[in-house]
């Protein structure tokens, strides 16, 4: 009989979610009380994660639900990120400046939103993992649209939601061409067909369709453009929640599909990512260099990132999790970083978001020693400079092409963050060597400021190696 404990954690997402959407309709419920509530369940709700651990197997080793979920430690890893990093987006709502767009439709919504990056993550077939996708993208259209009164807020949302609707469409095509050429949506079947039979024309559009769905939403080259404008229409926290938990979400959708039903015709798509790889990084870059909009900023450098990431992707030999790792830690040790810099962001800008631009920050310092100095060490973690774990995260991706040998990828990854030191230094710079004239309006929280600070050691502690590949890596394998 199958065991079902470890689906216990995305279970209470959903009843949780529902609960919130109950909430809405029949209750008024203030806003900080619903986030103080929403927080504190899906704090118990990562104990219940941690509790049920044990149970996940090794890695696709057990599924559930007629093979449709993997219950492995990937999958349970993953998880209880995503859960993480919707308590610090929930937490960020208690600092953003309309207060009409809060209500409880927002919580049930993030809920849901979780929930389906949770069936994401240990997806095990093709319709499964189309349908955890939906539920992820429908309620992210609907976060992005509760602002009905920013005009920026719908520009977003109507872009997302066709965009995101062709490529859905381009997903399911694909998965019925697969279908029809062996017979089955599971995973390991797919796998083990294309490893007997080789691949059919058929089979290699129908890849190619889950490709394009897969490339936009890891915001790879050629389909980024609407991730700058999406990003930037929506909340600042909604951006920080969908270049963290979303696009991790993203990446991992893209592991699973390669790494088991498309693993014996690697040699027909890793050519395509290693170009991939390197067409993103420089697009990211170019884009950067020219931005002086904070927000704007994160949001074409977390492109650069994507393009590190795919390094790992377009150069592995063999298709394990093991091999995989370098990635799946770069994204375990990326978004604190990015989190904090959006929350930071969130409780510091006004409601048009008028003094986001990297001159706001000049004398910074001053009036905010330890925040400055907190700053300092995210944007040294993006560059990957020594003593952070953006450091070991670009290290082990660069390493990963070397041993495999593509040291060329592994240079022009260098390159690009070369590249990178020019925008991440001007933050810094700003900060530490210009005086400002205008009176800060920035009054920081005990609470936000504990917060901030705490991302900040856990980006230290993985610099001086108290996390690293070589012990983070068993708890996902």
Do not use: C
Not at 404 to 413: D, S, V
Not at 441 to 460: C, D, Q
């Amino acid at each position: 009989m199958a065991n079902y404990i470890p689906f216990t954690p995305a279970l209470l997402v959903l009843i949780t979610g529902f609960i919130f959407m109950l909430l809405a309709a029949f209750a008024d419920v203030k806003k900080s009380s619903a986030i103080k509530a929403n927080i504190a369940i899906l704090g118990f709700i990562a104990l219940v994660q941690i509790g049920v651990y044990p149970a996940l197997s090794e890695y696709r080793e057990t599924s559930i639900f007629f093979e449709m979920l993997y219950i492995d430690r990937l999958g349970g890893f993953l998880s209880l990120l995503f859960t993480v990093l919707t308590v610090v987006f929930i937490f960020s709502a208690l600092y953003a400046k309309d207060e009409k767009y809060y209500k409880p439709e927002f919580l049930a919504l993030t809920n849901f939103a979780l929930f389906g990056m949770m069936i994401m993550a240990s997806a095990a077939e093709f319709l499964t993992l189309l349908i955890a996708l939906e539920i992820v993208s429908l309620s992210i259209y609907t976060l992005i649209g509760l602002n009905r009164e920013s005009s920026k807020a719908i520009e977003a949302l109507v872009k997302y939601f066709l965009l995101g609707s062709i490529v859905g469409a381009f997903y399911l095509l694909g998965t019925a061409l697969i279908f029809g050429s062996v017979g089955s949506t599971q995973f390991e079947v797919v796998g083990s067909f294309l490893v007997e039979n080789g691949a059919s024309p058929l089979v290699l559009v129908g890849l190619l369709f889950i490709l394009v769905t897969m490339l936009f939403k890891v915001t790879a080259f050629g389909f980024y453009y609407w991730s700058i404008d999406v990003y930037f229409g929506s909340s600042i926290h909604i951006a920080g929640y969908l270049s963290t938990a979303v696009k991790i979400a993203s990446f991992i959708l893209l592991i699973r599909v390669l790494a088991i039903p498309f693993e014996g015709i690697s040699h027909i798509w890793q050519p395509v990512l290693y170009v991939l790889a390197i067409l993103t990084m420089f697009a990211g870059n170019l884009m950067s260099i020219k931005q002086n909009n904070i927000k704007k900023l994160l949001i074409t450098s977390s492109i650069v990132h994507s393009g590190y990431i795919l390094i790992n992707l377009a150069s592995i030999e063999s298709l394990s999790v093991a091999s995989f790792s370098p990635a799946i830690f770069y994204l375990f040790a990326y978004p604190g970083a990015v989190a904090a810099m959006f929350l930071m962001l969130t409780a510091f800008a006004k409601e048009d978001e008028s003094n986001l631009e990297i001159e706001d920050l000049r004398g910074f310092y001053k009036h905010y020693p330890v925040i400055s100095l907190v700053i300092v060490i995210f944007m040294l973690s993006f560059i990957g400079f020594p003593y952070t774990v953006g450091f070991f995260g670009k290290f082990y991706l660069f390493s990963s092409a070397i041993e495999n040998g593509m040291t060329e990828l592994a240079i022009i990854g260098i390159i690009n963050t070369i590249i990178s030191v020019y925008y991440y230094l001007k933050i810094i710079i700003n900060i530490y060597f210009y005086d400002r004239v205008e009176t800060l309006e920035f009054k920081p929280s005990l609470v936000l400021r504990s917060v901030i600070i705490l991302l900040a050691v856990t980006v230290l502690l993985g610099g001086f190696g108290v996390y690293n590949l070589g012990n983070v890596t068993p708890l996902f394998s």
